[in-house]
């Protein structure tokens, strides 16, 4: 995976790498693990990683992404939502 400079600025002075680091990340958000089953899904692949330093890659990391990411989301139907309500 090819990392742009800018890109790999934010992963600065961390132990690990960043491919490591945002699977964590994607992992914790994308399917509701807990810290100590992405820590076992890292051990898994031959990767010792503390659920403590999960949990701060989560806090450090999470905020960036949603505001990288945010610009690439599709927008819900709100129209459909409107349907829901009215006939609730």
Not at 23 to 34: D, I
Not at 73 to 80: D, G, H, Q, R
Request: with cysteine.
């Amino acid at each position: 995976m090819a990392y742009t400079r800018q890109r790999l600025l934010i992963f600065k002075w961390h132990h690990f790498e960043p491919h490591l680091i945002l699977s964590a990340v994607r992992w914790y958000l994308r399917f509701r693990l807990s810290y100590r089953d992405v820590e076992e899904f890292l051990t898994e692949r031959g990767e010792a990683v503390d659920h403590s330093t999960v949990r701060k890659w989560v806090q450090r990391f999470a905020p960036e992404l949603k505001q990288r990411l945010r610009p690439h989301v599709k927008p819900t139907n709100l129209s459909c939502e409107r349907a829901k309500l009215a006939y609730a």
